[in-house]
């Protein structure tokens, strides 16, 4: 399986075409049809994205479907009203820009919170007040790349690759890498994130010793290990578009991700290394995230989208951006 973002060929059989909208005027013939590169997708077994549109989506997490905004399905939906109506147990009602509440389906039986599986962790779901669930499905391409980066790493090295986590949430991407052989610095400014991250690393039976946890401000973090002298074979960021640290500290990512991502590679290790970058509902483009990789020096940079498959279907839900900077030697 290829792990890098796959656009259509144009040039492939079978490949679709233009015939009006994507061909310049005066054209004899019409244009290919250009589309994203997007990051293949991991399957989830406890996962489904049943249906999209109109703001929203439904899928299926565990035994339980779930029914919440995403701004990004901004089409029809493929599945008539009455079908929503009937297959979400929770949905979610928004009742301000901060965030909302969710009701339970008449005759659903839904806990406050659940675990699933997902490949070699065992993750605790728990719908909250800002309609998130602990869990970004879609992270799932970035958690098999990275475990195969730190089992290369271990086969190279001969020692148990160190992998910073920066803005780490819930620890998915730290349960999986520590699972795959990494030792694992996990950094988040949340108090309650900290906490579910290592409900998770319970969950999943990792030993006591297995992350070392820091509640800080990610950038105040990589500035004091950059002066300690610290080195990483990996680091793995996934910050949100703007936040604040545990003391106050404000994160804004236009304004900040490139310092940050120059930060990053001070902490390298001299050989094999990798980065991964990834970001949701920001006002930028693969390009750019491509850009600011490629100076992290001599490297291979991959760039695209983030994407969640409908089930039964070839539509696509996009799910951020992301980059990739891989160092082999």
């Known amino acids: 399986m290829s792990s890098g973002p796959a656009p259509i060929d144009p040039q492939a059989s079978g490949a679709p075409e233009t015939s009006g909208a994507g061909a310049r005027p005066g054209d004899d013939a019409a244009a290919p049809l250009l589309r994203p590169a997007v990051f293949p997708t991991v399957a989830l077994a406890d996962h489904a994205l049943l249906d999209s549109g109109h703001g929203e989506k439904l899928e299926r997490l565990g035994p339980h479907v779930l029914r919440r905004p995403d701004p990004q399905a901004m ?22 820009d901060r965030g909302g509440r ?77 699972r795959a052989g990494a030792f694992v610095t996990h950094v988040d400014s949340s108090k309650p994130a900290m906490r579910w991250a290592r409900e998770n690393a319970e969950l999943t039976g990792l030993p ?33 578009p703007y936040g604040r640290g545990p003391d106050g500290e404000k994160w804004q990512f236009e304004e900040q991700i490139v310092e ?43 760039a695209g989208e983030l994407a969640l498959p409908h089930e039964g279907s070839s539509r696509l839900l996009p799910a951020g951006l992301c980059g990739r900077w891989n160092r082999t030697d």
């Open 260 to 302: 940050l991502v120059s930060r990053v590679g001070a902490l390298l290790e001299d050989g094999p290394a990798f980065v991964v970058l990834s970001c949701y509902a920001v006002g930028t483009s693969p390009l750019a995230f491509a850009n600011m990789l490629e100076e992290l020096g001599p490297g291979e940079v991959e």
């Open 208 to 240: 006591g010793d297995a992350v070392r946890w820091i509640q800080d401000d990610a950038p105040t973090f990589v500035g004091r290990e950059v002066r300690r002298g610290k080195r990483y074979h990996g680091v793995l960021l996934d910050p949100p």
């Open 102 to 178: 969710w009701e339970t389906r008449a005759g659903a039986d839904v806990p406050d919170s659940w675990t699933i599986d997902c490949g070699d962790a065992r993750l605790l779901v728990r719908p909250t007040p800002f309609k998130h669930v602990g869990l970004f499905p879609e992270q799932a391409t970035n958690w098999a790349w990275t475990a195969d980066r730190v089992r290369e790493l271990a086969d190279a090295t001969g020692e148990r690759p160190r992998l910073l986590n920066l803005f780490a949430y819930t620890g998915a991407a730290t349960v999986l890498a520590s």
């Open 75 to 96: 089409w029809s939906p493929a599945l008539p009203p009455s079908e929503w109506d009937a297959r979400a147990d929770l949905v979610f009602v928004r009742e301000s």
